[in-house]
């Protein structure tokens, strides 16, 4: 059911993956830019209706729109949070960037979703808490509904898979 691997998720063929993004929801840096290359204008197009009706993405918060060129039917974009030496509620901000999109996978009937390491790059959030925190809270939500089916972790690098890796080992 979960599932660990070091690839670049715009290749990853999943009902949905999940895109670390911005509060503008305009594309960025790192995996926002590179699933906002390989989409296409597609994804914009939705990213910017949504930006006009509420305004974009707060932390926390998560909104979906199509794949447009990706192997997936759907991107669902998150706002994780910067790392503020945990002094601005960042933990359950990232709990909560994990939820949302679990919730808008299932009210869109994806079986299977892809997660990057969200808030770990410019972000700054030191990535084995962040990584306890995301399979900490994937497996609650998992314990809690038959719709998802598989939910993969893509590691862009060597340090991210083997920490996501370790705590898969631990599970029982």
């Keep these: 059911m ?3 691997i070091q690839d670049d998720i715009t290749k990853i063929k999943a009902d949905a993956i999940v895109n670390a ?3 503008s929801l305009l594309g960025g840096g790192g995996v926002d ?3 906002h290359r390989a989409g296409g204008k597609a994804i914009l197009e939705e990213c910017m209706n949504i930006r006009a009706a509420q305004g974009g993405c ?4 998560a909104v979906v729109t199509t794949a447009g060129n990706l192997p997936a039917k759907y991107v669902i974009h998150t706002v994780g949070p910067v790392w503020n030496n945990g002094k601005s509620n960042e933990e359950q901000l990232l709990a909560s960037c994990y939820r949302n999109c679990l919730m808008l996978a299932i009210v869109h ?4 979703i892809a997660f990057p390491n969200i808030s770990t790059g410019i ?3 030191p990535k084995k808490k962040a990584a306890k925190i ?3 809270t994937v497996l609650e939500v ?3 509904t038959n719709g998802i089916q598989r939910v993969i972790f893509v590691c862009f690098d060597d340090e991210n898979y083997d920490i996501y890796d370790e705590l898969l080992d631990q599970l029982p």
């Design 2 to 4: 979960i599932e660990i």
């Design 21 to 23: 993004a911005n509060t």
């Design 33 to 35: 830019g590179a699933i």
């Design 58 to 61: 707060e932390v926390g918060e």
């Design 109 to 112: 009937k994806a079986k299977t």
């Design 123 to 125: 972000y700054r959030f």
């Design 134 to 136: 995301a399979m900490d």
């Design 142 to 144: 998992l314990g809690t």
